[in-house]
Each structure stands twice: as structure tokens, then as C-alpha cells.
């Protein structure tokens, strides 16, 4: 059984910076392809990035260039680097396993940027 602990969130303004991290429980956690994710109010839930237990990466087309997944299997940490924020940025942000595995999703980091 895995657990999954969003933080890092706030308020940020155009063009400022955060990083996420998300905390895994459990012994496996270097053994699970991650990723991040994102929903807007009133959207569905997307896709943000993935990274393999290997540390290859994919990124959703809005957010290349911006964006950085890393992980730590050390720590059973990975994290997201967001860089260039855009009000269209705002939502909350989710990690999980890739695919998404509904016992799984926690209660995510709120992401404001607002100036």
C-alpha cells in the first residue's frame, strides 16, 4: 500500500516559481512510474508529467519547457518545478501513480497565481 503527500502549493504571482513535492509511503515507491497531474475549477482532471522508475520523463504539451519531474527514490520523494507560472496554471495539483489509481489520489496542493 502506497500514501501519497502533496505540498508546496500557494499563492504565486505571473511568471514566479514553485515546487511541489509529493511523499510516498511504502517500500515500492521506486519501483512505480509517477507523475503529476492538475484539475481546474470546473475541468477534469489532466495530465501534467511522468517519470519512469528510471527517471525518463514526458510532459504535457503546455507545460515543456516550464515544468521539471524529478525524483528522489532515497527519499521517496518527487517533485515538480514549476517555472513561468500562468494564471492558467491555477488548480490543484495531484500525484499518483501512471496510470492514476483511484486509492491513490490524495488531497492535492492548491496552486493560485494571481497578481
Known amino acids: 500500500q502506497v500514501q501519497l503527500v502533496e505540498s508546496g502549493g500557494g499563492l504565486v504571482q505571473p511568471g514566479g516559481s514553485l515546487r511541489l513535492s509529493c511523499a510516498a509511503s511504502?517500500?515500492?515507491?521506486?519501483?512505480?512510474?509517477m507523475a503529476w497531474y492538475r484539475q481546474a475549477p470546473g475541468k477534469e482532471r489532466d495530465l501534467v508529467a511522468t517519470?519512469?522508475?528510471?527517471?525518463?520523463?514526458y510532459y504535457a504539451d503546455a507545460m515543456k519547457g516550464r515544468f521539471t519531474i524529478s525524483r528522489d527514490n532515497a527519499k521517496n520523494t518527487v517533485y515538480l518545478q514549476m517555472n513561468s507560472l500562468q494564471p492558467e496554471d491555477t488548480a490543484v495539483y495531484y500525484c499518483?501513480?501512471?496510470?492514476?489509481?483511484?486509492?491513490?489520489w490524495g488531497q492535492g496542493t492548491q496552486v493560485t497565481v494571481s497578481s
Open positions: 499518483n501513480v501512471q496510470p492514476p489509481m483511484v486509492r491513490y
Open positions: 511504502g517500500s515500492i515507491f521506486k519501483s512505480l512510474r
Open positions: 517519470i519512469t522508475q528510471g527517471g525518463s520523463t
